[in-house]
């Protein structure tokens, strides 16, 4: 069976290389105003392996290609529709191609959903929306008998783009898949669903992927745990860009006191960099534990309170400002809004399109929104929201469906 990914992420990219590298041609799915500059590229990616400086090598592989228009033809409420399929989508890429303007897609009945890296909450969201309107389109009671199957995979592997269409694979992690089982009357076990899934069934069988399965209540811990160190780490990463603000007015202290293991000490700076992190990680923890599903999922494992932990959090942050690495490439991120806001203010013309990036502020801004719905004031992460906005004016920021 064909699997089709959506390459506009790292994490998909990689998965396509993989699953060509096992003999399991993937078909490359873009929108149209992206096809052009793949097919130019050859229809190739370029998977790059920098795990072993003294063994580092190249291999590309080319791809059969389809718009995402495609979606439209065997979408539950065309009349074509006839099939079963299996997408692998980067969650930011969730909003713009599966529920644009242009396009409401429905999975067919026995199709696999499989969504890469997505957020807290936002896999429950889409996949409700789909069970609406799957119910209303189902036009036998066979459809409803023969729900999709929807996927979380979340990767822990170091990776970076590489130019035109390449993946940079720099440290081995681990491929963690989870079903997602949205629906009340879906009696069907994790292991009824990975072996009615060809797709699912090969992925967990890529040694290269280093798979590994969980429940989703454990990989939603998981979920949570990214969401608030991302929301502390953005603080720390995206600020060094100006000194004028009043969170962190150096960077430079900042950062040698985290290189120095001497976080916890005080900065002369109006807000010290550990009481910056602190504080965003402690809106966070009293946000989180009013929103309903992290009730409900505290009644469901005793995990939870650990997982919510200030100190351990904090402690989780602090390591790995120190090891210089972050959550999904938040610095990546970083590097590629400065590049392109410097080429955009340096262009008297201005011909080239502004770029839309995803929202590197985006655990705060979901948990300031979160913070409005349940009744608890979040200055902090309000405040880096503001300040991101400031930083980059004159480039369009999206939320990634939060």
Known sequence: MTIHIVPLSPTARFLATQL????????????????????TSESTITYINEISPLNSFQRKHTYPTSSTRYLETISRTSVTATSQISIAIPSSQIKPIFNSESIKFIPPPNSDIIILDPHFGQ???????????????????????????????????LLADAPSWGIKHQSVGEFIVSPILPFAHDSRSDLELINSSD??????????????????????????????????????????????YQMLRSYWKSRSFALNHDIYSDLDDSISA???????IGECITVLEKYEPVVELGKATPMLKAVLSKERLFNLTLNIIQNDTSLPNLKHYKQLMSKSLSNYK?????????????????ANRFIFKLGLQVGVKTPTNSSVCDSLSVLYPEIQIHNDGS
């Open 20 to 39: 060509s590298s096992e003999s399991f041609r993937p078909n490359i799915l873009l929108p149209k105003h992206l096809l052009k500059p793949f097919l």
């Open 123 to 157: 896999a429950e969201k889409y996949v409700s929306s789909v069970l609406s309107n799957f119910q209303t389109s189902a036009s036998s009671s066979h459809d409803l008998q023969s729900l999709p199957r929807f996927w979380s995979i979340i990767s822990t592997h």
């Open 199 to 244: 797709v699912m069934k090969q992925i967990l069988n890529t040694p290269t992927l280093s798979p590994q399965y969980e429940t989703y209540s454990k990989t939603r811990l998981l979920l949570l745990e990214q969401l608030i160190i991302e929301a502390a780490l953005c603080s720390i990463i995206y600020t060094d860009h100006s000194s004028q």
């Open 274 to 280: 550990k009481s910056l992190v602190l504080d965003i």
């Open 346 to 362: 340096d262009d008297d013309e201005q011909t080239t399109e502004i770029p839309h990036f995803r929202d590197p502020a985006r």
